[in-house]
Each structure stands twice: as C-alpha cells, then as structure tokens.
C-alpha cells in the first residue's frame, strides 16, 4: 500500500462528532475528549468543550456547583428557600403536641433549669447534674397557646426572608447557635431553680441578623426597630415572667453572627462565616463551664 492509499484510508476512519455521526472532524472536546463538530464547538478558557460538559460544569474545568447562582451571603439558591423555616415551625409544634399529651413529666425533664429538685425526695437535676442537652431541647419547648403563637408568627415573619437571604446551612447553623447563646446566657444569670423554655432565644438571634442584613441593603430599619422594642419592652415589663437573658443572649449572638454572615469577604467568605459561628459557640461552652463549675 503506497502512501496516497494509506492516507486515504486514514481519512476514511477519521472520528466523527459524538453528536453528528455523519460529520468527521478532528477536533475534540478538552474536558471529556469526545469528538465534536464546529457546530458542538463551546468556546473555553482553554479549547473547545463539548455542550455536555459546559451544561455540567462552568465551562472553565470547574466543579459543577461553582457556577451555581449564590445568595447575599454565599449560600445555594434553592426551590423553596423557606424549606427548613417550615421544617422548624413543624418541630416546635410538633414537640408541643408531645408536650400536651404527656404532661409536665415530659417537660420537666427537658427544659433549661441550672440545679434543682423537681419533688421533695427526686433527685437533683439540671445542666449543672451533666444535662447539657437541656441547653438545646428547651429551644423546642413552649408554655401556653399565647407562648407558642407568637414564637411561631415571630419566627415565620422573621425566618423565612432571612434563610432566603443566607441560604440554609448559614441560616440554620444561626439559629442554633443564636438559641444556644440564650440558654447559656440564662444558664449563668438566672437563680438556679428556676425553669426557662422557649424559642425566644434563637427568634432574637434572627431579629438581630435581619437588623444586621437591613443595614447592608439600605433598608429603612424603622419597623425592625419598632418590632424589637416592643418585644424588648414585654421583656422587662413586670409579671410576664420572661427569661429576658435567652432574649439578649440570642440578639448579641445574632448580630455577631449575621455581621460576618453578610460582610464577610468573598475570597474567605465560609472562613470567615463560620469562624464566628464556632467563636460564639466556643463563648457559650466557656459561659456553659463557668456557672457548672460555680454551681457544684
């Protein structure tokens, strides 16, 4: 065979484009390196790409998510961007159901209360006994019809535009660390036997962060302010018997944590996020261990 036949027959086998089977071509995709044709060619940063490739990617060799469309504060956009305000509301409801049908013994074993004796022969209980968990499930606790209302219309109002702005990792690690921040704030302020349950924490902690998002937007902060006031106002007011430590506890760790939410740069942005988050977890485990150790 001389070298004309040869490479004509090389040409008759030359690939052809994964899309086009009729249409040979010698260029292929820089990414998957399937064959593809001038009318599959995608302009990369480096060659042609292939339109699954740009489809599944940014186009530039990067993980599919990083040409995701992000919120204010870095997270994912989602379908449903109130999704786990739901999920939260039906948690809260949900254990107050629980609440009703199995009485006190329920509650009283899961709310925050520092050291105390439940009956006159029971045994000493509370966070300073070893029952850290308290610190967390009396953010699922509720006193009354009126108690659990309000909580729940709050945290609707408050909650669902600010998880649409954070995105949900952000916005439900805030909640958690925000309402952590309260009952230990409760924990080392409030007499020892005296019980505290309630979402009211975690709920001022969001009011604080949405105080903080305003202010980046240039939004008009008067009716925020307003809101808080009032609730500020009910705090203190005589007679409502309200643990006003889990409000201001919750409000200073939401401001905290909604300032590196939304003014973090973009080049550490996570970093930066959730630094704070551990920093104020870190201060509740400090506050925790100091009024542990001041009551045993």
């Known amino acids: 065979m001389d070298e004309a036949e040869a490479a004509a027959q090389d040409a008759h086998h030359a690939p052809v484009c994964y899309r086009h089977p009729d249409r040979e071509t010698g260029v292929r995709c820089t990414r998957c390196e399937r064959p593809i044709c001038p009318e599959c060619m995608v302009s990369a940063s480096v060659g042609f790409q292939c339109p699954d490739c740009v489809r599944g990617g940014s186009g530039t060799g990067h993980a599919p998510t990083a040409s995701q469309p992000r919120t204010l504060a870095g997270g994912t956009l989602t379908a449903d961007p109130r999704l786990f305000t739901k999920v939260l509301i039906g948690v809260n409801l949900a254990v107050y159901l629980v609440q009703l049908s199995v009485g006190d013994s329920f509650t009283n074993r899961y709310e925050l209360i520092g050291r105390a004796q439940y009956s006159l022969f029971g045994p000493i209980e509370g966070v300073a006994e070893g029952q ?51 009952s230990a704030l409760t924990y080392l302020l409030a007499e020892p036997n005296m019980p505290s349950l309630g979402a009211s924490g975690a709920i001022f902690g969001l009011f604080g962060a949405t105080g903080v998002l305003m202010r980046r937007l240039n939004y008009d902060l008067r009716p925020l302010v307003a809101l808080l006031v009032i609730n500020l106002i009910i705090t203190f007011t005589p007679g409502f018997n309200i643990a006003w430590q889990a409000h201001i506890g919750g409000l200073v760790a939401g401001v905290a944590v909604g300032y590196a939410m939304v003014h973090a740069p973009r080049e550490r942005r996570t970093l930066v996020q959730y630094g704070a988050c551990a920093a104020v977890f870190a201060a509740v485990v400090v506050l925790t261990l100091v009024r542990t150790a001041q009551l045993t």
Do not use: D, K, Q
């Not at 850290?132 to 009354?144: C, E, K, N, P, S």
């Not at 019809?145 to 995105?167: C, K, Q, V």
């Open 132 to 182: 850290y968990y308290r610190l967390l499930t009396a953010m699922f606790l509720h006193g009354g019809y009126t108690h659990i209302l309000f909580n729940m219309l709050s945290l609707w109002w408050i909650g669902g535009p600010l998880e649409a702005a954070l995105g949900r990792a952000r916005y439900l690690t805030l909640y958690f660390v925000s309402g952590l921040a309260g």
